[in-house]
């Protein structure tokens, strides 16, 4: 995101001068979930950086374990509710632009790494769309009277079976939360 301002701050074109007086944008940021997670970062923050600024042009999709060398690994396959986090942040700051998959599939035909793919994404987005934002958002911005609530309401989200877990405790009116 310094880099962006930097480049911005060095350009001397009339033109560009204009736009950016405007107030477009003329660098943004295209971040890859691999790269993002070699680095360590958290994901859904450095997504809503750029988002925040209007400075996310676009988002480059893939699975990839902290650290190590750039895998390219299939969408959601590993920690899945960091996929569902950035596409949280997404919906949050009504992200409208491209999704581009950058996966490496060695062990499946190309046809059906781009079919499970892309049902990775829309699951995925479906998830989220079912997301109660208006609590989650209360919740955390009042802890002290919902301790545990948003873990509990995305632990329940993300099972395919949440009957079968103790019931969630209720947001009371978004004043006080009993257990």
Known sequence: MIMCHQVQDLLKSPENKKIL?????MVGLNPEIGHVLMAYEDLPYAYSW???EGRLVHVHLNSQPLGNYD???NVGTISPELLDGMMWILKMHSYQSWFGIDINPVRMAVETAIRNNIDAVKASIDRINEIDDESVIWAANNPDKARGWIEAYLL???TPHPEKLSPLPPLKNNV???Y
């Open 156 to 158: 329940r989200a993300r």
């Open 176 to 178: 006080g939360f009993n």
């Open 71 to 73: 895998q390219d690994l």
């Open 21 to 25: 007086a405007g107030g477009d944008i």
């Open 50 to 52: 750029p988002l925040s």
